[in-house]
Each structure stands twice: as C-alpha cells, then as structure tokens.
T-cell receptor, first 114, second 118 residues
C-alpha cells in the first residue's frame, strides 16, 4: 500500500541534543513538507521540498534543518537551537502540477524535550 | 497575508444530530483552493475535500456537505446525522502558491474539536 511513514511515533530528547525525525513516502510524489502542530493550534510549515536536492524554508524554519537526497525521503533535524521543540510533527507529500493537488499526511511524530 | 479563522474551538452534539463547522478565510489571491482535513485521535490528518475558488457549487459526499460562499469568504462543513466516529479535530485550510512548479503552501485554521456524545 502506498503511503507516508514517519518514525518514531514518540521521541524523547534531552535539552541540547539534536534529533532527526524520519519521513518516507512511496507515493512517487515530488513535493514533501514538514509541519509543526502545537496544542490548540493549526499546523505551521517548517520546510518544504519540490524536487530532490532542493528545499525551501517555511514560516518557522529557525532551529530546524532538512535534506532531500532521495525522492522518497525528507528527514527533519531538530537542532539544539530550536528553543521550544516539544510538539507534534507531521510530514506530508503531494504531486506537483499545474493545478493544486492535495497534500497527504503521515501519522506524525510526537517529540518531547525532557 | 493569508488567514483562516475557525471560531468554534470545541463543539459537542448528541449522536444523530446535525452539526456545522464554520470556516472563514482571507486572501488576496484570485485563484486559490480551500480544504478540509480531519484529525482523529491517532493524529494523522485525513483529507476530506478540496474546492477551488471558481467553483461555488455545494458538494455532498454521504453525510458530509460543504457550503462555499465567496461573497462571505466562508467554506462551512456540515455533518448530517452525526456518529461517534465523527469525533475528531477538523481543520480548514487555504492554499497559497509558493512556486512556479505548481505546488502550494497551506495555511491552516486552529481547528474545531468535535465530540459526538453517544
């Protein structure tokens, strides 16, 4: 079955540590996205990538980094520079085309900083 | 700047009642898309509907229906004969074109938590 997988589902990190969240898709989508969700809030865009080896900052990129070495994978690193990293992180992907195509989401990773 | 407002933070209704979730948006784009997503307790966002700005026809899918009114910048979502499985957080979202490649950024509302009481 095609879809988006994110691992791990729950992640705990000590302050000052970097941590990498995995996102893999087998939908053959060109575009991938990372969102952050805080309690009682909507999703906010961290980074997005339209093609391999290219990515762009979203609204809240500070303290995060990404890579896009393969079409299927778009890992997100939460660095120690991110002041408030505890949140729910969602990865999404979509087709890129002339008309807009909906984004499909993974199950998310809940990150807690201890 | 783009903005999506979901004024209803939480709604509770008894099973089988109808319920409408409100969504009001702001955009300067002449072409845009509106979306509704469902987020069950598991956390994954489930796509429900996409509507483009040129199509103001209402849409019905089973117990779900959507009312898009450009004049009032609203895109409301109605669930008829609600069921316990409809309990979730529902997000309305607005697209903003971010590249010439054709993909878009989504601006989300803060969501409405819907609880269906058995």
């Amino acid at each position: 079955d095609g879809g988006i997988t994110q691992s791990p589902k729950y992640l705990f990190r000590k302050e000052g540590q970097n941590v990498t969240l995995s996102c893999e898709q087998n939908l053959n989508h060109d575009a991938m996205y990372w969102y952050r969700q805080d309690p009682g809030q909507g999703l906010r865009l961290i980074y997005y990538s339209q093609i391999v080896n290219d990515f762009q900052k979203g609204d809240i990129a500070e303290g995060y980094s990404v890579s896009r070495e393969k079409k299927e994978s778009f890992p997100l690193t939460v660095t120690s520079a991110q002041k408030n990293p505890t949140a729910f992180y969602l990865c999404a992907s979509s087709i890129v085309g002339v008309t807009y195509n909906e984004q499909f989401f993974g199950p998310g990773t809940r990150l807690t900083v201890l | 700047a783009q903005k999506v407002t979901q004024a209803q933070t939480e709604i509770s209704v008894v099973e089988k009642e109808d319920v409408t979730l409100d969504c009001v948006y702001e955009t300067r784009d002449t072409t845009y898309y509106l979306f509704w997503y469902k987020q069950p307790p598991s956390g994954e966002l489930v796509f429900l509907i996409r509507r483009n700005s040129f199509d103001e026809q209402n849409e019905i899918s089973g117990r779900y229906s959507w009312n898009f009114q450009k004049s009032t910048s609203s895109f409301n979502f109605t669930i008829t004969a609600s069921q316990v499985v409809d309990s979730a957080v529902y997000f309305c979202a607005l697209s903003e074109r971010i590249s010439n490649f054709g993909n878009e950024k989504l601006t989300f509302g803060t969501g409405t938590r819907l609880t269906i009481i058995p």
